[in-house]
């Protein structure tokens, strides 16, 4: 069995960045995607974005062009880097992992983080 740890929310000013970081350990070191869903208050879990192993990114029309993910297969890591926040980027932001594919709600992903807090003032 394997696991997801998140670290790296907190809290910051509209226009700053934070960078989240999750490590996969056990029978997770290797799965092929990972990435991010973020959910806030009274609203839908959402896609953020992901990352195979070879390294190829998709992300959520809402953040493209402001956060980067990068992964490190040697330490079983991925990155999310997220540059010019804005107050609807506040969530709680899961990270997850699946062999083959990220939803938009992730629906049918069962590999999750515990999840990092995300608030960014206005």
């Known amino acids: 069995q394997g696991q997801l740890v998140e670290s790296g929310g907190g809290l910051v000013q509209a226009g700053g960045s934070l960078r989240l970081s999750c490590v996969a350990s056990?029978?997770?070191?290797?799965?092929?995607?990972m990435g991010w869903y973020r959910r806030a208050p009274g609203n839908q879990r959402e896609f953020v974005a992901s990352?195979?192993?070879?390294?190829?990114?998709t992300y959520a029309a809402s953040v493209k062009g402001r956060f980067t993910l990068s992964r490190d297969n040697v330490k079983n890591t991925v990155y999310l880097q997220m540059n010019s926040l804005k107050p609807e980027d506040t969530a709680v932001y899961y990270c997850?992992?699946?062999?083959?594919?990220?939803?938009?709600?992730?629906?049918?992903?069962?590999?999750w983080g515990q999840g990092t807090q995300v608030t960014v003032s206005s």
């Open positions: 990352i195979s192993r070879s390294g190829s990114t």
């Open positions: 056990g029978s997770m070191s290797r799965i092929n995607k």
């Open positions: 997850a992992a699946d062999p083959v594919f990220f939803s938009q709600t992730g629906s049918g992903i069962t590999n």
